[in-house]
């Protein structure tokens, strides 16, 4: 084992802080291997009794530093022996902070390294030491821990309370990060251009900064204004910004002058994310686009909180949609925001260019847009509209179909080849089986309408992922007006679906058989997930799957008959 690294590697990584602790005490050999990654990871160290034993191993590597500075003028007093002695002591954290990589973040363990009681003071007016602040501590503790790896970093207004702490982690923490998340959680007035300034630009290694600030003039802090040397004006691009994220962003100065500083900085980023931006910030962030950010390929528009306040309206998602000169590749429209005719005619322009469309706010547009998207982008991958309560997008059978109104042949869609995810709700199909629901207008109606989707269908044939139910996870709702996916229906019309790996119809009205799956295993040599099909009202088909294909992974989704379907 040990004559191999990687496969220490493997196991190691793989065993508890107390199993490693237990391998560490077999032998030496065992020992040397271990250690090091027993003090890889400390960020467990916020626990009550493992963080007392910590801060005692930097306290006591503080005071083995003083204690070595204070004797150094007296070694041409020591004999040979005890000056070899001398020279050779080490602390704990000298010995092992090399090995160190991951620590909880600085605000955590400044709190930790927060003087225990008078007896360390005691202590240290003993031996004539000076009494340590907890930045002294927090610094040493940084410089002991060389290749400390930070990837994920907050910094909270919370760390402008204490002086000299920005500093700290400026130029101890911050050049190391590759994720930054600088947060205001409104415990304090706010920062200014300055200290953002200072911290970010000792941030070398960046591939991901997160802003959730609000900045305020100078004239509105004083005690923790840092001198103008410390504010560096480096416009120079991060080489290896690659995200910028903007969660909420107000600036109450009169130039507002950090934003344009930080976009151009921003050079390299292909991915943004807006979810709650001042108006000025807003049209600031547009306008400066196409000059600082030219690699911009993917926005995010809105919160992920679902139960956040709408955050962005119709035309701001207008202006930021607009902003992007060269395409946008993927756009992602997350709940609570306004999605309106003004974003509808943004989009078009991106429609060459779009490879990915995630929408999970309601289209407000009379305008069929999810059609519009997929007839008119030749790259399109995926196209996902959940149906669920926060998005009631559907697609209209009518609209799905679109058939040429002077041949009655399908129009050719510019997505038919490329398109691989498609999640979207297709309604408006009369079904006379569920009795008064949906009539047919003539007889044979359901018929031909269904094949006519199952046709529409058919011509995505690099389709991997098929959603055609609603998001069972959020949507207590149950679709009539549907497909019902048996081969009497025109199942069989998507043989040509090769690659079709997951199918979803959660919330249908569906009727799916054995006959059916044993089909869909046939012609869909890929299948590996089938949800929506459920064991109560198919259980035929979930028992043969089950036997003959095992691998498939079968979900049961939303269950359509839970309620009285007469």
Avoid at 30 to 40: D, G, K
Avoid at 301 to 317: N, V, Y
């Amino acid at each position: 084992m040990f004559d191999i690294p990687e496969l220490d590697d493997l196991i190691c990584q793989q065993l508890s802080q107390h199993d490693l602790a237990q391998c560490a005490q077999v032998n030496r050999t065992w020992h040397t291997v271990v250690i090091p990654y027993l003090w890889r990871d400390l960020t467990c160290i916020q626990h009550n009794r493992r963080r007392d034993a910590f801060r005692r191993i930097v306290l006591d590597d503080y005071l083995h530093k003083q204690r070595l500075h204070r004797d150094q003028g007296e070694e041409n007093d020591m004999d040979q022996h005890t000056q070899e002695s001398f020279l050779s002591s080490v602390s704990v954290l000298e010995r092992y902070g090399p090995w160190i990589r991951e620590l909880p973040d600085p605000m955590r363990l400044f709190e930790c390294l927060q003087l225990p009681n008078d007896t360390w003071t005691q202590q240290l007016r003993n031996e004539h030491i000076q009494e340590p602040t907890t930045l002294d501590l927090l610094r040493d503790l940084y410089k002991r821990c060389p290749a400390i790896q930070v990837q994920n970093l907050c910094v909270s207004a919370e760390c402008l309370n204490h002086d000299g702490l920005l500093e700290t982690i400026s130029d101890l923490v911050v050049p190391g990060a590759h994720s930054l998340y600088i947060k205001d959680h409104g415990s304090a007035p706010g920062y200014v251009p300055r200290q953002l300034k200072y911290l970010l630009t000792r941030a070398g290694a960046l591939e991901k900064l997160t802003l959730s600030v609000g900045i305020i003039s100078h004239d509105e802090v004083r005690d923790n204004e840092m001198d103008d040397e410390t504010s560096v004006d480096d416009t120079k691009p991060w080489s290896q910004l690659d995200e910028l994220e903007l969660i909420w962003c107000a600036d109450w100065t009169s130039d507002k002058a950090i934003w344009p500083w930080l976009w151009k900085r921003c050079h390299h980023v292909e991915k943004l994310k807006v979810c709650n931006v001042n108006g000025t910030i807003l049209q600031n962030l547009a306008e400066s686009m196409s000059t600082h950010m030219p690699n911009l390929s993917q926005i995010s528009l809105g919160q992920d909180d679902k139960r956040h306040i709408q955050s962005l309206k119709d035309r701001e998602i207008a202006t930021l949609l607009s902003g992007c000169s060269r395409g946008w590749k993927v756009v992602l429209i997350k709940p609570a925001v306004a999605f309106g005719e003004a974003a509808v005619q943004a989009l078009e322009r991106h429609y060459p260019t779009l490879e990915v469309f995630d929408i999970n706010a309601r289209i407000d547009s009379q305008r069929n847009e999810l059609v519009r998207v997929l007839s008119s982008s030749p790259n399109l991958r995926a196209l996902i509209s959940p149906h669920n309560m926060w998005s009631a997008n559907r697609c209209e059978t009518s609209a799905f179909i679109d058939r040429d109104p002077a041949t009655g042949a399908l129009k050719v869609w510019a997505c038919e080849t490329s398109l691989k995810i498609l999640k979207v709700v297709i309604n408006g199909i009369p079904r006379h089986d569920l009795r008064r629901r949906n009539a047919e207008i003539y007889p044979g109606q359901e018929r031909e309408i269904q094949g006519q989707v199952y046709d529409r269908l058919a011509r995505l044939t690099s389709l991997e992922t098929l959603w055609l139910g609603a998001d069972h996870d959020s949507a207590p709702y149950i679709q009539w007006d549907c497909l019902e996916m048996s081969l009497e229906s025109g199942l069989h019309k998507l043989s040509g679906l090769k690659a079709l790996e997951e199918l979803n119809v959660s919330s249908m009205a569906i009727k799916i058989g054995v006959p059916e799956v044993q089909w869909m295993t046939q012609h869909w040599p890929r299948l590996r997930v089938i949800c929506g099909l459920r064991e109560d009202r198919g259980k035929e088909a979930v028992k043969w799957l089950r036997e003959h294909h095992p691998q498939i992974e079968v979900n049961g989704g939303g269950d359509p008959y839970k309620t009285d379907s007469m």
